[in-house]
């Protein structure tokens, strides 16, 4: 009897908008940091779209480059626009291009997320004052 090898889970990319203070880079990686800590991902990493680095591509690579085949790409935007529209798919799609061998799942923005009123909601149950 031959045993299948363990699939590993994808690991995850957060993408932000990005901004030139560096407290918004603190903050993105700190709530990366959260989330590992709370899902089953051998990886979480953050990317931003523009203003500070590493870029989407870059963090795409550094994730291919660490051997994770997998990636769920969650860009962490409120509303559809330009950005959500064009430029996370352009940059995912590139990074496609170049990687052939790495699965890449880019997920809806927060807002088209399905869960995205149930985490508002319980965020509120929580803590009323919000």
Do not use: K, Y
Not at 27 to 43: D, G, I, S, Y
Not at 89 to 96: D, G, I, K, Q, S
Not at 101 to 126: M, Q
Request: aromatic share 4%; hydrophobic share 50%.
């Amino acid at each position: 009897m031959t045993s299948s090898p363990v699939s590993q889970p994808p690991a995850i990319v957060l993408i932000f908008h990005g901004s030139r203070r560096p407290a918004a880079r603190q903050e993105a990686q700190a709530l990366a940091e959260r989330l590992a800590a709370r899902v089953n991902a051998p990886a979480v990493a953050v990317a931003f779209l523009e203003n500070t680095s590493p870029s989407i591509a870059e963090a795409l690579a550094a994730l291919a480059a660490a051997g994770h085949r997998s990636i769920r790409a969650i860009p962490l935007f409120s509303l559809t626009g330009r950005h959500i529209e064009e430029d996370v798919p352009a940059a995912v799609a590139a990074f496609r291009q170049d990687h052939p061998t790495v699965a890449i799942v880019l997920e809806t923005h927060l807002a088209a997320s399905p869960w995205f009123v149930d985490a508002l909601a319980g965020c509120l149950a929580r803590d009323p004052s919000l």
